[in-house]
């Protein structure tokens, strides 16, 4: 949904509408292919606090315009991708299944390219300081919600320790011009 939003926001400009198009129908491929993982799996114990908190977390990331919104998006999905560097390393129970590894092997590829594009659209419009600050705050709220189900992580062979550590860190260069 936040990519419609955003190729809605910048419909008039002929590189960035067609690209977060791109992204937005990427992103509803994503929700399918997991929703199929899912279908293989215990059903899981729903949390009202983890609900509320994912929920709070994701109204917060349009906060301030698109440029801000494109910044918390590049830290976002380049967390996504340290947290999908962890599971599918060689030797973990994810990488060991081949189906699974392979859904996550072609997200983390997709997120990667997502943070190019979110990047360099966040660079052309907002400031440099504003962008890394709204992208901090975004990987620290994400942290937050992580730790919640370290527990799931660790039974994944993924040290929540480490993981909150790297999710928190902003990448060096990320929102540099």
Same mark, same amino acid.
Request: charged share 30%; net charge positive.
């Given at each position: 949904?936040?990519?419609?939003?955003l190729?809605t926001?910048?419909?008039g400009d002929d590189?960035? *509408?067609?690209? %977060? =198009?791109?992204?937005?129908e990427? @992103?509803?491929? $994503?929700?399918?292919?997991? !929703?199929? &993982?899912?279908r293989?799996?215990?059903?899981a114990?729903?949390?009202?606090?983890?609900?509320?908190?994912?929920?709070?977390?994701?109204?917060?990331?349009?906060?301030?315009?698109t440029?801000l919104?494109l910044?918390?998006?590049?830290?976002?999905?380049?967390a996504?991708?340290?947290?999908?560097?962890?599971?599918l390393?060689?030797?973990?129970?994810?990488?060991?299944?081949?189906q699974? *590894?392979?859904? %996550? =092997?072609?997200i983390?590829?997709? @997120?990667?390219? $997502?943070?190019?594009?979110? !990047?360099? &659209?966040a660079?052309e419009t907002?400031?440099?300081?504003a962008l890394?600050?709204?992208?901090?705050a975004a990987?620290?709220?994400?942290?937050?919600i992580?730790l919640?189900?370290?527990d799931?992580?660790?039974?994944?062979?993924?040290?929540?320790?480490s993981?909150?550590?790297?999710?928190?860190?902003?990448?060096?260069?990320?929102?540099?011009?």
């Amino acid at each position: 949904m936040a990519f419609d939003g955003l190729a809605t926001c910048h419909a008039g400009d002929d590189r960035a *509408a067609p690209a %977060l =198009r791109a992204i937005a129908e990427e @992103e509803r491929l $994503h929700d399918m292919l997991i !929703r199929h &993982l899912e279908r293989g799996l215990p059903e899981a114990r729903q949390d009202a606090f983890q609900i509320e908190a994912a929920r709070r977390f994701h109204i917060g990331l349009v906060r301030g315009g698109t440029a801000l919104h494109l910044a918390r998006i590049a830290a976002l999905d380049a967390a996504v991708c340290t947290m999908f560097g962890r599971l599918l390393r060689t030797g973990g129970p994810i990488a060991a299944d081949p189906q699974v *590894a392979s859904v %996550l =092997r072609r997200i983390h590829r997709d @997120e990667a390219r $997502h943070v190019r594009v979110a !990047r360099r &659209l966040a660079l052309e419009t907002g400031s440099a300081r504003a962008l890394r600050n709204a992208a901090a705050a975004a990987r620290d709220g994400l942290a937050d919600i992580l730790l919640l189900a370290r527990d799931a992580f660790a039974d994944m062979q993924v040290d929540p320790v480490s993981l909150d550590r790297d999710i928190r860190r902003l990448p060096d260069g990320l929102l540099v011009a």
